[in-house]
Each structure stands twice: as C-alpha cells, then as structure tokens.
C-alpha cells in the first residue's frame, strides 16, 4: 500500500520569504502522479500544483514549484513570495497511475503560518 | 467555486441514527470521489464511481454505502452512526480516463457531528 508522509506538522515564514513543505512517499510503482493541495480556514481543498512522475522536469504555477526526486521518493513544495492568504493546511497526495481508479492518498498536513 | 455542490453542509445528529450526504459533480465530470477528513485518521478515500458504477473502495466501513446516478449525483449513506464517524466528508469529480491523473476538484465539504 502506498504511503505519504509531511514531517513538518506545522512551519511559519515572514510574508515575502520563501518556504520549502517536505513530502516522502512509498511506493512500489514506477508510473503515478503527485500532487499539493492547499486548504484554508474555509476547508475548501484546492489544487495548488501537479506532477506526472514520469516526467523529469519539475512543475511550476506562478511562485509555487516542486523538488521532485523519484529515486529519493520525495516531493517538495517550494512556495515563493509567501503571501498572506498562503496561510492554510498543505496536504501531499499520491495518485496511482490505474486508468480510471484515480483515488488519492494523502499525507498527515503541514500547517503554514504566514506573518506579516 | 470547484463547480462540485454537497448538501448539507452541516449535519447533526445522533448515535444509531442514519444519514445521506449528497453530491452533485461539476458539469462533465463522470467520477466521484469520497473523502472523509477527521482529526485522527486525517485525509481518507473512502470510495470511487464512474458513470453510475463502483470502480475503487478505500477504508469504507460496512455501515458505509454510496451510489451514483443516472445523472451522475451520487449519495453517501451512513447507518449506525458513531461518535467517531463525526468529520469532514467531501465529495470530489474528475474526468477520468485511461490515462490517468486527473485534477480532482473537491465540493465544499459536509460537516457530520454525532452526538
């Protein structure tokens, strides 16, 4: 079974830094996808950004970018410029690559503070 | 706005009783998701149906059932009700197809408290 693990329960960063989330993940599989996802205080999950594991180059959306190494089965998040309304629970999530049973595996959360 | 609806969106009620969350995926979308989401056991999946059939099944538990559909709304059922069954559920769609790894877009949650 897989499994996904944020080590970080709960960080802070001064608005305008720049903080890295840290993700680990087991899996046997050598196709799947990764994922962030990001929900503030209103509980709304949202889709910060997306990985095919297949692919080398790591994926960026704005000041947002990952640190994926597949040997190493890590997945970081990078978020750049931090923001005020940065401030919600992460959660990394693991999807197998089984065409048409997309279901999701996530982590624990991470708790990001961002200060003024 | 993911385009997802769930209803209601808060729930209380008490042990033994049974009750229905019901979801409504964004347009297009033929799968649906179930999530619960509770401060022990975190983020679960707990099922999945595309086009009105079951297609994958988390750590749903026997007094736990769903359906979607003709019209592809789907319903989560829970009987029995426990006190640790109060959580966060949430619906989620996604166009799903071969390949595999699509965005998944949540509804806003129903908050189920058991009393």
Same mark, same amino acid.
């Given at each position: *079974? ?9 960080? %802070? ?11 680990? /993940? ?6 799947? /996808?990764?994922?962030? /996802?990001?929900?503030?205080? %209103? ?9 095919? *594991? ?15 190494? @597949? ?6 998040? @990078? ?14 999530a693991f999807m197998p690559h089984q065409g048409g049973s997309? @279901?999701?595996?996530?982590? @624990? ?8 | ?13 008490? !042990? =033994? ?10 347009? $297009? ?23 009105g059939e079951e297609r994958a099944k988390g750590n749903i ?10 019209? #592809? ?7 029995? #009700?426990? +006190? =640790? ?10 166009? !799903? =197809? +071969? ?7 949540? $509804?806003? =949650? ?6």
């Amino acid at each position: *079974a897989q499994t996904v693990t944020q080590s970080q329960p709960e960080m %802070s960063v001064q608005e305008a830094e720049t903080v890295t989330l840290s993700c680990t /993940y087991d899996t046997s599989e050598n196709n799947y /996808y990764l994922f962030w /996802y990001k929900q503030p205080p %209103s509980r709304q999950m949202i889709l910060v950004i997306r990985q095919e *594991a297949y692919k080398q180059q790591n994926a960026t959306e704005n000041r947002f970018s990952v640190n994926f190494q @597949k040997a190493a089965k890590s997945f970081s998040l @990078k978020i750049s410029d931090s923001q005020l309304g940065d401030t919600a629970m992460y959660f990394c999530a693991f999807m197998p690559h089984q065409g048409g049973s997309e @279901k999701l595996v996530f982590g @624990k959360g991470t708790k990001l503070t961002v200060n003024p | 706005d993911s385009g997802v609806t769930q209803t209601p969106k808060h729930l209380i009620t008490a !042990t =033994g009783q049974r009750v229905t969350l019901r979801c409504s995926p964004r347009s $297009g979308d033929l799968s649906v998701y179930w999530y619960q989401q509770s401060l022990d056991q975190g983020l679960q999946f707990l099922i999945q149906y595309y086009n009105g059939e079951e297609r994958a099944k988390g750590n749903i538990l026997e007094r736990f059932s769903a359906q979607q559909f003709p019209d #592809l709304h789907s319903e989560l059922n829970l009987s029995s #009700l426990e +006190l =640790g069954d109060s959580a966060l559920y949430f619906c989620a769609s996604s166009v !799903t =197809g +071969l390949a595999g790894g699509h965005e998944q877009f949540f $509804g806003p =949650g129903t908050r189920l408290t058991v009393l």
